[in-house]
């Protein structure tokens, strides 16, 4: 098997092997003729489904036959983190946002046991897209806090399909993060590639605006105007960069599960710097070539696949692009090996052009061009706890959370050898952008920072938040010092 299992629960390993011991202990009893009917498809065996957490998927079913699948999911609403500081009660199905991934063949007989944690405090159910049934299971599965239902049904159309909870509000039970993927593989398994990935993506709606911090409550009124605070890729801003970036190695095919759980967004899938070799139009049969951006409805997925050719970092984002810089919509793959000048040679040559009365754009101030009068920092404390809303509220989609950046694309405020370097020449970029080349910690950076629209009460206390924070110099930037260079010729 070419597939590898990075991260699952030792509760996972242990199920996989008690299935692998089940699979070889018994006789191939089944002939491998096709069946014209997917009901008519035998199931003779009785196996526990491995799941798995994002961005991970469990073994691929191969050539495995229809078997009695046992898919054991507990329901809890828990507590997480949307943001650096900005914590939100999710609802989950097995703990996560997305829900644990299930992946089965056609043919195969699920036995669904869907369990309520007895500490959450609302009914839920399950509505499975892969099932053809009244409600998806809805009705069958409805089941309130400490208690279990069991139902079941057999898979006969293969494909990638979204699970959700249907439970009335239907809406605020998918907002708060009850969906994941289930995957009905065909006779055979879907052909083998190197690297699998699970990504889902969804859109939240928060009492407060992006990055303000503090346990905030969903809100309805802000839902049902379509009006999202945040849209992320599996459940939080940065679920996948940094650390925790995907990865794979040159020459390998890489195939992501990409599902969107709406409630309202449909996404514009893409990846910077790649071409799609293959998608599985809507998670369906239909397969489209050479594809740059795939649309995925709420409440629908597709597979995409390619091959990667050149080192470095890739970027996913939904296009529609302000959900990408300003609403957590980015995850990051990170491509190691060769480089290869045939496929990419990099920059080639850079000159000057400059035409007259060139500018950086600046950001567009709403209203007056003048800031509204503001409440003036009065301690250090102060500085620190104003000046980190404002970088959560402004920075963060592009230097991250802690400051790491994002490696060929955004460069580090944490621990950064250029942020030290030079106080002044950090307040002139926050006043007026930055475009050009620098290297920051011995990497380079080329792109463009538009110049930010704030008062200098708020650049002193954003930089001086960056200054005491993550390993950096400890710089105090007075509004006077901001000021100054304002001013400056
Ligand atoms: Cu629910």
Same mark, same amino acid.
């Given at each position: 098997?070419?597939?590898?299992?990075?991260?699952?629960?030792?509760?996972?390993?242990?199920?996989?092997?008690?299935?692998?011991?089940?699979?070889?202990?018994?006789?191939?009893?089944?002939?491998?003729?096709?069946?014209?009917?997917?009901?008519?498809?035998?199931?003779?065996?009785?196996?526990?489904?491995?799941?798995?957490?994002?961005?991970?998927?469990?073994?691929?079913?191969?050539?495995?036959?229809?078997?009695?699948?046992?898919?054991?999911?507990?329901?809890?609403?828990?507590?997480?983190?949307?943001?650096?500081?900005?914590?939100?009660?999710?609802?989950?199905?097995?703990?996560?946002?997305?829900?644990?991934?299930?992946?089965?063949?056609?043919?195969?007989?699920?036995?669904?046991?869907?369990?309520?944690?007895?500490?959450?405090?609302?009914?839920?159910?399950?509505?499975?897209?892969? =099932?053809?049934?009244? +409600?998806?299971?809805?009705? $069958? %599965? &409805?089941?309130?806090? *400490?208690?279990?239902?069991?139902?079941?049904?057999?898979?006969?159309?293969?494909?990638?399909?979204?699970?959700?909870?249907?439970?009335?509000?239907?809406?605020?039970?998918?907002?708060?993060?009850?969906?994941?993927?289930?995957?009905?593989?065909?006779?055979?398994?879907?052909?083998?590639?190197?690297?699998?990935?699970?990504?889902?993506?969804?859109?939240?709606?928060?009492?407060?605006?992006?990055?303000?911090?503090?346990?905030?409550?969903?809100?309805?009124?802000?839902?049902?105007?379509?009006?999202?605070?945040?849209?992320?890729?599996?459940?939080?801003?940065?679920?996948?960069?940094?650390?925790?970036?995907?990865?794979?190695?040159?020459?390998?095919?890489?195939?992501?599960? =990409?599902?969107?759980? +709406?409630?309202?967004?449909? $996404? %514009? &899938?893409?990846?910077? *710097?790649?071409?799609?070799?293959?998608?599985?139009?809507?998670?369906?049969?239909?397969?489209?070539?050479?594809?740059?951006?795939?649309?995925?409805?709420?409440?629908?997925?597709?597979?995409?696949?390619?091959?990667?050719?050149?080192?470095?970092?890739?970027?996913?984002?939904?296009?529609?692009?302000?959900?990408?810089?300003?609403?957590?919509?980015?995850?990051?793959?990170?491509?190691?090996?060769?480089?290869?000048?045939?496929?990419?040679?990099?920059?080639?040559?850079?000159?000057?052009?400059?035409?007259?009365?060139?500018?950086?754009?600046?950001?567009?101030?709403?209203?007056?061009?003048?800031?509204?009068?503001?409440?003036?920092?009065?301690?250090?404390?102060?500085?620190?706890?104003?000046?980190?809303?404002?970088?959560?509220?402004?920075?963060?989609?592009?230097?991250?959370?802690?400051?790491?950046?994002?490696?060929?694309?955004?460069?580090?405020?944490?621990?950064?050898?250029?942020?030290?370097?030079?106080?002044?020449?950090?307040?002139?970029?926050?006043?007026?952008?930055?475009?050009?080349?620098?290297?920051?910690?011995?990497?380079?950076?080329?792109?463009?920072?538009?110049?930010?629209?704030?008062?200098?009460?708020?650049?002193?206390?954003?930089?001086?938040?960056?200054?005491?924070?993550?390993?950096?110099?400890?710089?105090?930037?007075?509004?006077?010092?901001?000021?100054?260079?304002?001013?400056?010729?």
């Amino acid at each position: 098997m070419k597939f590898k299992i990075k991260q699952t629960s030792l509760k996972n390993v242990a199920l996989t092997i008690g299935a692998m011991a089940l699979l070889t202990s018994c006789v191939n009893t089944q002939s491998d003729k096709t069946y014209e009917n997917a009901v008519d498809i035998p199931v003779n065996q009785e196996m526990v489904a491995e799941l798995t957490d994002p961005p991970f998927v469990p073994t691929p079913v191969g050539n495995r036959l229809a078997k009695k699948l046992i898919v054991d999911l507990e329901i809890q609403e828990r507590e997480g983190e949307m943001v650096s500081g900005v914590k939100y009660i999710y609802w989950t199905f097995g703990g996560t946002v997305p829900g644990s991934f299930i992946r089965t063949r056609v043919g195969d007989e699920i036995e669904f046991r869907l369990k309520n944690h007895p500490d959450n405090k609302l009914p839920h159910n399950i509505d499975l897209h892969a =099932v053809n049934g009244p +409600g998806g299971g809805a009705e $069958s %599965s &409805f089941v309130a806090p *400490g208690h279990e239902k069991v139902f079941s049904f057999k898979t006969l159309n293969p494909g990638l399909y979204v699970y959700h909870c249907a439970t009335a509000p239907v809406g605020m039970h998918i907002a708060n993060g009850m969906y994941g993927l289930i995957l009905v593989e065909p006779e055979g398994g879907l052909p083998p590639v190197d690297k699998e990935y699970y990504i889902m993506q969804g859109d939240f709606y928060t009492e407060g605006k992006y990055g303000e911090r503090g346990l905030q409550a969903f809100d309805m009124q802000k839902a049902i105007d379509e009006n999202a605070d945040y849209v992320v890729f599996n459940g939080h801003v940065g679920a996948m960069t940094g650390d925790n970036a995907l990865t794979a190695n040159v020459g390998e095919t890489v195939r992501l599960f =990409v599902g969107n759980g +709406g409630p309202n967004l449909v $996404s %514009s &899938f893409h990846v910077i *710097g790649e071409i799609f070799d293959k998608v599985y139009v809507e998670g369906g049969d239909l397969v489209n070539d050479n594809v740059q951006t795939t649309l995925i409805p709420a409440g629908g997925a597709a597979i995409v696949e390619f091959r990667v050719d050149v080192p470095g970092s890739f970027i996913l984002v939904d296009h529609s692009i302000f959900r990408a810089f300003n609403k957590g919509a980015l995850a990051v793959l990170n491509v190691q090996g060769e480089e290869n000048e045939k496929v990419f040679a990099g920059e080639i040559y850079e000159g000057i052009y400059q035409p007259e009365g060139s500018v950086i754009q600046s950001m567009p101030t709403s209203g007056s061009s003048k800031p509204k009068e503001e409440i003036k920092a009065l301690s250090f404390e102060e500085k620190m706890k104003f000046g980190k809303d404002k970088y959560m509220a402004t920075c963060v989609a592009c230097h991250q959370g802690n400051g790491q950046g994002i490696e060929g694309a955004f460069p580090p405020l944490a621990n950064a050898d250029y942020l030290n370097a030079d106080v002044d020449r950090a307040i002139d970029i926050v006043l007026h952008g930055k475009s050009g080349e620098i290297t920051v910690n011995g990497k380079k950076y080329n792109s463009v920072m538009t110049a930010q629209a704030l008062s200098d009460e708020d650049v002193a206390n954003v930089l001086t938040y960056v200054y005491n924070s993550w390993g950096n110099n400890k710089t105090d930037v007075t509004p006077e010092m901001v000021n100054a260079v304002r001013n400056r010729k």
